[in-house]
């Protein structure tokens, strides 16, 4: 068996962020120091990679990752990033990340990542790419002499002023106003104006004198020239023979403002994705679940074969991930996920989501809980861990937390800021700060040597430094940091941290002028930090190693056969049973809930009416004894007590009488308790115990006492009841058009219970046509009419409109049993000829008859349709799955 892991494997952070710079170093140091799980996003970031790069130059590239947040966007994008450099280390890359609608602030922070010196280099290729071409074109057909280079023949027929000539045409093919940016690069190989001419392509401001020398005129500062500048530089890079890579993250922050899409960026978006691949350029973007929704359909379409779903882990991938970084960290051959046992690891997906991300972070956090450190790690420590996770400030609830400790404390502090954000707050003196508390963000074990150094050093001109750390140090550096600094606490969001933070405050309040200067790393805390250093390069590679091995069994398990819509559709199958338990058993407990408050409630009240009687009792007793003794006011006193306790027992006795509790003793245990208790129970509509508003369910006469048992269940405010009066309510025998208001206000009202109404078989013969008040209802109300009446699918037609609900419907057979969808849904879809049917109306449909989204209508488990409404939704699920198996069949082809 496998050693236990010796220090925790796994990466409290759980995953990286990527700085805007295209310096290939930086890119390489972090793929050699952050190994990565290649899981399908990743495979698909890379897989698009590898396409762009065999077909450059010819062709260009475009892809986009799309998923919720913390999935592993931005890190499959930077593992990509790193993949590009160690394939072709010529390529040039640009990564930014955007941070709000901005498209000018966004282009002169990319471009400006591009280093003068590169920025010429490339206009020089470009020119020299240029000239190529047209001595390639004089030279035609002359044949070239003996010993005479091919390459040479017509090069000296090859003048300056046709070169800038053939790049003006071909920078006005790709950029508007071509002259500006044409002079910029002819001024960026310039020693005199380089400087200048960089900067304006930056679009950074220039002074006159130098814009009016180059022949810029102003600033860059609109999307459209941005845009153009964008374009000009993807092609700079291709036509000099480099790979160009663009990614653009965070796209939802550009394309939407307050969730609505914003008409001009989408535009832009839309020109740069067919702009950047016609210039042989890849571009890559990486936006949230909202950002790729969020697109119009045309370009969604145009980017569908390069887009890659970003999807949860799956147990078996969780397993393979855990199991990798546990084997990175132990001696000898790894033991499978141990020490997480099989309940822990369910446990760790069910509260991560799958989220890759959270789940690293869950399981570092597992592990740090884990007592001792041998012991297996199983649900309960896993839950335990879930719920301490997140609970430290973030750097800015951190530094509101101090300051107002030391305003309490009547201190007087000033702050220091970087990069806009409250990084330290001084206690000034005469000429130096007597005091310095500085913030950090967590501090791990990537790199404990610079880390801790830096923390040091950046603190050792105070005479007194306490260091606050959010959420985690690593233990070596902690250890590190208290043996040279006064004071370091680790904000963990705890009320020990909170003692901490306030006992600190007192210490420096009472503290003299001078204090003493913190120490300095000695040369043997160095060598050790240094030493841990080394042995994590260690580890980092044979984590490397480990997911090496993932990647390779995940591309097996990819080859793999598609396990067929059965299997498919079991596992749905599943799901929907399983969240159907769960509402049920919340629906149950929230009824339990409140019939064990009122009951309380009760109790209560009955205490507080014996004290009032026996107050009363008491003062009245002694009141007649002191009048025996001829103390008049006294007794008068006491009287009036009496009378007051009277009172509170006369009030405790009407509020007992308004909260009057049926079976207060009774234990309910099920559904089939609560019927019973009911049959025994004194119906009442507005009663405050649920049981009696629950028997006013079941006895109530729904034809007799239609419109109170409707207006009861629109004011009821438990699930269960309302379900119980919705039954009840269904029972009547009005037609299904008068019910259409009551059904209407319940819609409005937030009353899905209402729907019970509808969901009924119509009891009298209607007239040839379907009431109008019927044809005009909403097309999902239709489908559930149209599935309570199958053999007259007439009461269900309408207006035909362009909602989902319009699938759902042909399907029953409404518009006609010969249509296509009507014919699929009553024979077997893999037999069906394809139905040309875009696929988002079929994901929209699912989405509107599913059981598993909001509101969806499947979440109505209560509808006595409910088992038609699930075979209406795998057979839509049914259809996206063939159809989604053809599309990847023609692409394979």
Known sequence: ???????????????????????????????????????????????????????????????????????????????????????????????????????????????????????????????????????????????????????????????????????????????????????????????????AAYDWLCGKPISADAAAAIGVGGQIDDPLTCRYGLQLLTALVTRGGRPFVVVLDQCEKFLLEDGEPVPANIGLLQSLVEVIPQASGMLLLVTSESGWHGMPQDLRQRLDAGACHMLPLTPDEARQVLAAYIGAAVKGASDGIRPFTEKGLLELLRHSGGNIRLLLQLA????????????????????????????????????????????????????????????????????????????????????????????????????????????????????????????????????????????????????????????????????????????????????????????????????????????????????????????????????????????????????????????????????????SLNSIPLSAALLAGALGAAGGAMLARNRLAAARVSHPKAILQSERDLDRLARETVPDARAVDPLRRYAYALKTDPDEAYPQLAEALLRESLPLVRQAMGRRLAASARPLADCVPEVLRGRREGVPEVLLLLARRQRHAESDRPPRVLRDLPPELRVLVALANPDTLDLADGAVTRQPADLALEALGVRGPQHPLARAFRGVVAQTAPIEIPPNALRATAHLLSPLERDGLGTYDWLPVIAKVDDLYLFFEELLYYQEEIRSSSHKS
Not at 62 to 81: D, E, N, P, Q, V
Not at 366 to 380: K, Q, T, V, W
Not at 508 to 518: L, T
Request: hydrophobic share 45%; charged share 25%.
């Open 1 to 195: 068996m496998a050693d236990y892991p010796r220090r925790n494997p796994f990466p409290a952070r759980g995953t990286s962020s990527a700085e805007e710079t295209s310096l290939p170093g930086f890119l390489s140091d972090w793929s050699r120091l952050t190994p990565t799980a290649i899981l399908p996003g990743v495979r698909g970031a890379l897989r698009a990679a590898r396409a762009y790069l065999d077909g450059f130059p010819r062709d260009g590239g475009l892809s986009c990752l799309f998923g919720a947040h913390g999935i592993g966007k931005t890190h499959a994008a930077r593992h990509m990033m790193a993949f590009v450099h160690g394939a072709n280390p010529e390529a040039v890359q640009v990564y930014l990340r955007f941070q709000e609608d901005d498209f000018v602030a966004a282009y002169r922070r990319l471009v400006s990542q591009l280093p003068r010196p590169l920025l010429a280099d490339l206009s020089l290729s470009y020119l020299s790419t240029i000239e190529g071409d047209l001595a390639a074109r004089a030279a035609g057909d002359l044949v070239p002499a003996e010993g005479e280079p091919a390459e040479l023949i017509g090069a000296d027929q090859v003048e300056s002023g046709e070169v800038l000539e053939e790049q003006a045409k071909e920078i006005a093919a790709v950029a508007g106003d071509a002259p500006r940016f044409q002079r910029a690069l002819s001024y960026l190989i310039r020693p005199g104006y380089s400087e």
């Open 364 to 627: 570092w956090s597992s592990f740090e809980a884990a007592a001792p450190r041998s012991s297996p790690i199983d649900a309960g420590v896993v839950a335990g861990a879930s719920s301490r996770h997140s609970r430290s400030p973030s750097l800015a609830r951190l530094a509101m937390l101090v300051e107002n400790e030391l305003r309490t404390g009547g201190l007087a502090a000033e702050r220091v800021e970087e990069n806009g954000r409250i990084m330290s707050f001084q206690l000034p003196d005469r000429r130096e700060p007597r005091v310095v508390i500085k913030l950090s963000e967590a501090v791990f074990f990537d790199d404990e040597a610079l880390n801790a150094t830096e923390l040091v050093g950046s603190a050792a001109r105070s005479a007194f430094t306490a260091l606050l750390v959010t959420g985690y140090v690593s233990p070596p550096v902690l250890d590190a940091l208290r043996g040279v600094l006064p004071e370091v606490l680790v904000a963990d969001g705890s009320a020990g941290f909170a003692r901490e933070l306030h006992g600190l405050v007192e210490r420096i309040a009472s503290m003299p002028a001078e204090a003493g200067r913190p120490g300095e790393l000695d040369l043997a805390t160095r060598a050790r930090l240094e030493e841990l250093y080394v042995g994590r390069l260690g580890e980092a590679a044979a984590l490397r190693h480990e997911l090496a091995k993932l990647a390779e069994r995940l591309e097996q398990d990819q080859r793999k056969p598609p396990p067929g819509w059965p299997a498919r559709r079991a596992d749905l199958v599943e799901r929907i049973s399983q969240v159907r338990a769960e509402r049920a058993a919340a629906d149950w407990e929230e009824f339990r809930r409140s019939r064990t408050d009122v009951v309380n409630r009760r109790e209560t009240l009955l205490g507080w009416l014996a004290v009032a009687i026996g107050a009363a009792a008491v003062l009245i007793a002694i009141a007649l004894a002191t009048a």
